[in-house]
């Protein structure tokens, strides 16, 4: 029987992502259900778009976002205030040696997304992109 090898640099890449992803989950679902007793994360709903987790599995960067960007910054401060609840409960539900220290952010890309996508749109920058085809 094979064993899985995380001591490759491919295997501990798969394994950040599949823990991240795991976590991710995880954070969706408590925050889905409302298992979190504060005020404004029951009255917003809100993504966990992604989590990316440290190469040692010690620390997970969480980016999330509110639906339609709803008090964003109310929302981040709610769920940095209830730090200490997501990671017990993320360290119960992931089998780890370490339980991670989580990281809340806003999740950027949407609105870096937009920007560029108005950016190719400018006449002036698809009328370049038109001479090069």
Known sequence: MAKHNDTSPEGRSVR????GEQVRHILSELLMRGEVHDDVLTSHSVSVTEVRMSPDLRH???????????????????????TAFFQKEVAKRVKMKYAARLKFLADDSFEEAAHIESLLRHPKVARDLGEEE
């Open 16 to 19: 950040l992502l599949r823990v």
């Open 60 to 82: 997970a960067t969480v980016f999330v976002k509110p639906l339609l960007g709803a008090n964003e910054a109310d929302v981040l401060k709610a769920l940095r205030t209830n």
